[in-house]
Each structure stands twice: as C-alpha cells, then as structure tokens.
C-alpha cells in the first residue's frame, strides 16, 4: 500500500473515530465539548464521519487518496484559518482548540496529498 493510501486510511479511520465519539458524547444541534477541550455539534460530527468515510473509501486508490488528501487538507487549513478569525462557520463551531487540530491535520493531508508519487511503498505496514 502506498503512503498516501495509508494516510487516507488513517485519517479517515481517525475522522470516523472523531465523528462517532461526538455524535455519542454531542448529539445535539447544541454546542458542546468533546474530551474538555474541542467544540462540537450534531452538523461537526456529522461532517467528520462524511470525511471519514470518503477517506476510508479513498484509500482503495492510489488517485482516490491522493485527491482526498489534497482536497480535505486544504478544507482543514482552511478551517484553521477562517476559526482564527470566528469561533464558527455557519452552525459548525471551528474555534478554540479546533484551530490548531484542523491546521496540524490540514498540513500533514496536504503534505501526503501534494508530495504522493504511485510507486513509494510502505514495506512494513
């Protein structure tokens, strides 16, 4: 599998992980705080698990998880950026600690997304 491929996985496993521990712990329209620290809400969660499993099916290919890299990363700088400037993107809260996760995983989907080449392999995984 190639690197790309494996971080499409990962990360959508993660936004799957992150989107069903909201709708469990946030399930209302009505902020909340997820592990004392990330604001959610049922229209966040609900935008995780999208990402998670467009991730999660992106990886079956090479071209699949390099455009979901490029495109979800560039969402998730995005989204760092605009929640610097407000705490909420519509009824999505993107504030707080929010800023600093999507930028760390903004950064590293762009990162695998624009430097992916088809033939880099991982062996061990």
């Keep these: 599998m190639s690197v790309v491929r494996r971080v499409a996985q990962l990360f959508g496993v993660g936004f799957l992980i ?3 521990a909201g709708l469990y712990y946030g399930h209302s329209l009505d902020d909340g705080i997820l592990w004392d620290r990330f604001p959610v809400n049922l229209v966040g ?3 995780h698990v999208l990402f998670g499993a467009w991730g999660v099916a992106a990886a079956a290919t090479f071209s699949g998880a390099k455009s979901y890299c490029q495109l979800v990363g560039i969402i998730c700088v995005a989204l760092a950026g605009i929640g610097y400037v407000t ?6 809260p993107i504030g707080g ?5 999507h930028g760390g995983v ?10 992916a080449r088809e033939g880099a392999g991982l062996t061990a995984l």
């Design 18 to 20: 992150l989107g069903g």
């Design 106 to 115: 903004g950064l590293i989907l762009t990162y695998a997304g624009f430097t």
């Design 87 to 92: 705490p909420t993107l519509g009824i999505m």
């Design 45 to 47: 969660n609900l935008v």
């Design 97 to 101: 600690a929010d800023i600093w996760l």
